[in-house]
């Protein structure tokens, strides 16, 4: 059974840094992401990561946000850093032990999420 719980989400202002974990069951992904939505806004993926590391990024995020993970731990990473008003937003960490790696993109969509975790940044 697939299991996603994130945690870290908080408040803070603009310019600060958050970083969001994922706790997984124990299981192989072919790709894990973070993805967020806005209230009134369609979901948007943020960053993802294949099963043997490759990262993808938003635009809206390059340079700023990066995905990672522990495998040991099955703890899946987003650290957060110089946040935006914009990034408010909740977070979800999702997972799919099958999708082709080709298409791990922010882009794709994965098809299992945790409850999410809400990012509030004031400016």
Do not use: H
């Not at 996603?4 to 992401?33: D, F, H, K, P, W």
């Not at 794709?108 to 945790?114: A, H, I, M, P, V």
């Amino acid at each position: 059974q697939v299991q996603l719980v994130e945690s870290g989400g908080g408040s803070v202002q603009a310019g600060g840094s958050l970083r969001l974990s994922c706790t997984t069951s124990i299981y192989t992904y072919n790709c894990m992401g973070w993805f967020r939505q806005a209230p009134g806004k369609e979901p948007e993926g943020v960053a993802t990561i294949d099963n043997v590391g490759s990262t993808s990024y938003a635009i809206s995020v390059q340079g700023r946000f990066t995905i990672s993970k522990d495998n040991a731990k099955s703890i899946l990473y987003l650290q957060m850093n110089s946040l935006k008003a914009e990034d408010t937003a909740m977070y979800y960490c999702a997972a799919d032990p099958s999708l082709w790696v080709e298409y791990c993109k922010p882009g794709s969509r994965l098809g299992y999420w945790g409850q999410g975790t809400q990012v509030t940044v004031s400016s």
